[in-house]
């Protein structure tokens, strides 16, 4: 009935842990120890003030040589911070790590109860049930899968480009898949950078021109990846290359095409500079692009719409680079990791119309603003308002789309610090009065507080406050073709109207719109505002619950450009499991008992890891191991029961029940073990 | 669908025009509907401020004879115009929603008179009925005189969709401009669509209540509106019969016609000025008569 491992009967060490004062406040640990002595099976029951120190687990790895166990049961913490460690112990001594159970007592009893008669008692129950449950288990082996040696990084931002150069540079290939054009993402947008003023170009761009030339990365732009499959170690991706109409390995970026374009205006809003400017249909979306390929947008090109453009770009590329009938290409490749760094997207002013974006036109996103004040940007760096007059006043609105309940809760990270940033760079180019509005400055990071400092002596106001609307209607008569910014000013108590000729919103962070596609993709989890969830917020930050797949950067959350960089250690967590060459899964996996499966297919949907499929020659259900996460969803649906999974028979779960049931004053028929 | 008419205090005197013309306008676009019977006070906001659980009680008791006079209908959909008994319907139905205890003691209050209340009640403001359930397309259907050229500032006041409306945006509510649209006039870009307008304070702290007042009539007139149309009894009031008082304090000569939403669809629909209530203005608003043409328009 329950198999052993060379002995017969079971026996079975019980160990109880104080955990210092943790349990044993709360729990009386040596009365649960008598009472499992008194069970059937158990041949040594102890407490122990620390079962997972060092002689706490020799006394389990000594008893277990001394008294012959065959079964162990510690209860003690979550098994999720000690499971590995009590197994690995047992493993030591000789005993195959699957015969040891663990109970919770600390989590599930000690810390959530405070009648300590009582807690003794659920203890007791709980100690009885495992021990109960452990007579059933059975030695499992470990599968060992070997790991694909190359790495799948999707989003070539800054988070992108550091993990690509990273794994590169540690000798190991990188397919880096960006959407857009060229890599660079939002930092390639940015003016300077908080705290040290240096340029993001200056900065960005030497890393992204070393991404396209290092010989270990495959750099695939305007592509996107369209599926994969597998698992850790194993995954099988396709990446459709959306056409350029321009062969990549021809063009080289003399732009000649572009200034020979029929079109001798650019006339289309400019997606780089965020329709601040404009662009001709055949366009590069700026200067340092990565690649320095040019590419056509058929929205808008003539002879995609009508076919009779005279086609003097094609005349003017003498590399005949041009290829107008290029279609899309689907490459397939094999990676073993994954690093998803997609970033974020900026939040639309639109939906907070207290605001008047859209409508009043000298409002501008943050992001706008970084173009304005740019040299390379819309206006050579000029900042003007859109009737081209230099403001002589500023308003800088703090948490648009952050912190609010209206929009999203959660704070943005970023917006104090570049609003101080903005608010420095619009002083430098204007000389205006800039007021920055704000609810609480937030500048934790290293030099940010000095930073906020600087600012402040340099004249920039500060008027603590959410701004209740900008408008374009007068009080008074210096209000008149104005902004006026209305705000509660609460350090004085007053509502004040400040006019000035242009405002900028500080918009927040949030996840882009398709993350929730991307999350269904890669079988991740998002949290509630739809970010990318880490494993483990402190712990395992960049790790996924799915094997192999890791996040890194803003998809994460909001985070400036230092934390996307150290956050883009996510390269390290994958370097370290390509390095190892092989991977063990767990064994508690589901199996298909192939003679009493009726092939009814039901399994085959509810699996979220695609784990399950149908063999077409015998009409049975098959499940890969290593896709399995033994979540026990097919085990539970099969409606012929004939699905088992690891560590969870029906007989091991039904020991347990029994065991439980003896608390809810349910005293079953003491079983007669079978001593075969 | 039928729905029941609950007017409060406030449409049977001094907005008695407002319940006018909103009852043509239902009767003309055959909207079913039936006076709520025995309805009491509201309670207004001022009752509000000074005994919560006993205005919570005599709101409710609204809600339940609603349920009382429609328990045999599928759907209970009851009309409020009055911005303020419409706000503090929702409020009580939100709160009695979300406070068990409170619900305890106004059941109890209500059970003393036979009542009880389940909170089957969907409480709905005209402006909603009219865009959302009748429908703008059947509105430009039934207009007889398109109301060309006029251009009409939408003034919600506070309470009308804020702050627990869900038919619209509480800060840049657009329904009444859609209406406006629908029936051929011209909605006025402005940005203070939600702004109060002095409330009650202009009865009672006439240095407080009046230049909230003149900022709105001040704005709509310089954006060039023919016409402020609005939502709520108290709104018109202040922003119409303060007009010459308005003029004394801040030496203008502000001449604007104030009406209700209700009034300015019905003329679209044909209904005479009269059967409007507008012989009841204190400021004609001219521009708009100039417009209806062609009907048989009484001019009053």
Known sequence: ?676 | MRYLYYPGCSLKCTGRSYEESLLAVLKALKIDFVELNDWNCCGATAYMAVDESKAFAIASRNLALAEEQFKNEKEIHIIAPCSACYMVLLKTQNYLAHNAGEMKKIQSALKESGLSYEGKVKIRHPLDVLVNDFGLKEITKAVKHHLKGIKVASYYGCQTVRPLATFDDAREPVSMDELVRAIGAEPVDWPLKTRCCGASLTGIIEQVGLPLSYIILHEAAKRRADVVITACPLCQFNLECYQTEINKNYQNDLRIGVIYFSQLLGLALGISPKELGMQRLFVKPEGVYKAVKGGETVYV
Not at chain 1, 414 to 442: P, Q, W
């Open chain 1, 1 to 676: 009935m329950y198999s052993t491992n060379g002995n017969n009967i079971p026996r079975i060490g019980f160990y109880i842990c104080h955990c210092g004062h943790n349990i044993a406040s709360i729990v009386d640990v040596v009365e649960v120890q008598k009472y499992a002595a008194t069970l059937p099976g158990v041949t040594v029951s102890r407490d122990y003030k620390y079962m997972c120190s060092d002689p706490g687990q020799e006394l389990i790895q000594q008893d277990i040589k001394e008294h012959n166990l065959n079964r162990i049961v510690v209860a003690s913490c979550s098994p999720l911070l000690h499971e590995h460690t009590f197994r690995l112990a047992a493993e030591k001594a000789g005993l195959n790590p699957y015969y040891f159970h663990m109970v919770n007592v600390r989590e599930n009893v000690s810390w959530v109860h405070d009648n300590k008669e009582q807690a003794t008692e659920k203890a007791k129950d709980l100690a009885r049930a495992a021990i109960k449950r452990v007579f059933f288990h059975k030695p499992l082996e470990k599968k060992t899968v070997q790991i694909k040696p190359d790495v799948l990084i999707v989003g070539g931002g800054i988070a992108g480009i550091h993990s690509a150069l990273t794994i590169a540079n540690a000798g190991k290939h990188v397919y880096l898949v960006e959407r857009e054009p060229t890599i660079g993402g939002h930092m390639a947008m940015f003016d300077k950078t908080f705290p040290t003023l240096d340029c993001a170009a200056c900065i960005l761009t030497p890393k992204m021109s070393a991404v396209k030339s290092h010989p270990n990365i495959t750099l695939w732009t305007y592509s996107e990846v369209e599926k994969i499959d597998g698992f850790v170690g194993n995954y099988k991706a396709t990446i459709k290359r959306k056409p350029r109409y321009v062969n990549e390995e021809l063009c080289v970026g003399c732009l000649d095409c572009i200034e020979a374009c029929i079109y001798k205006e650019a006339k289309y809003p400019d997606e780089f500079n965020l329709g601040l400017s404009k662009r001709k249909p055949i366009y590069i979306p700026f200067p340092q692009a990565t690649p320095q390929v040019v590419l056509f947008d058929p929205e808008t090109c003539i002879d995609f719409k009508s076919h009779r453009c005279k086609k003097t770009c094609i005349e003017a590329c003498e590399r005949n680079a041009i290829d107008l009938k290029q279609t899309a290409k689907f490459e397939e490749i094999e990676v073993g990791t994954v690093i998803i760094s997609t970033g974020f997207k900026t939040y639309d002013p639109k939906l907070s119309p207290q605001y008047g974006y859209g409508k009043l036109p000298n409002v501008y996103t943050s992001l706008e603003i970084e173009r304005l004040v740019n040299a390379s940007g819309p206006t050579a760096g000029e900042v003007v308002t859109r009737d081209g007059k230099k403001p002589e006043s500023v308003g800088i609105i703090h948490c648009v789309g952050s912190r609010d309940e209206k929009s999203n809760k959660w704070c943005s990270r970023v917006c104090c610090m570049y609003s101080l940033k903005l608010a420095h760079l619009i002083k430098e180019h204007t000389g205006a009065e800039v007021y920055n509005f704000y609810i609480d400055m937030r500048t934790p990071g290293k030099g940010y507080e000095e930073f906020y400092d600087k600012f402040m002596n340099e004249g920039v106001h500060f008027i603590r406050g959410r701004v209740a609307e900008v408008t374009d209607w007068a009080l008074v008569p210096e209000e008149e073709n104005k902004l006026t910014i209305r705000v509660e000013d609460t350090l004085i108590g007053v509502v004040r109207r400040i006019p000035v000729d242009m405002v900028v919103l500080s918009v927040g962070l949030e996840p882009r719109e398709d993350a929730s596609e991307i999350r269904r993709m890669f079988n991740i989890s998002c949290s509630s505002e739809g970010f990318f969830l880490e494993r483990h917020p402190k712990l395992a930050p960049v790790n996924t619950f799915t094997d192999g797949i890791f996040i890194a950067g803003a998809c994460q959350g909001p985070k400036d450009i230092p934390d996307t960089v150290a956050q883009a250690g996510a390269a390290a967590e994958a370097l370290s499991l390509i390095s190892a060459g092989k991977i063990e899964l767990e064994p508690n996996t589901a199996q298909v008992i192939e003679k009493y499966c009726s092939g009814c297919k039901s399994c085959i949907p509810l699996c979220p890891y695609t784990a399950i499929s149908f063999k077409e020659d015998i009409k049975k259900a098959y499940i890969n191991e290593a896709l399995c996460k033994g979540c026990g969803t097919c085990v539970a649906a099969c409606p012929s029961g004939s699905i088992t999974q690891n560590m969870f028979e029906d007989e091991q779960i039904f020991s347990e029940i029994e065991g439980l049931l003896k608390f809810a004053g349910i005293e079953l028929e003491e079983k007669e073990v079978e001593h075969a």
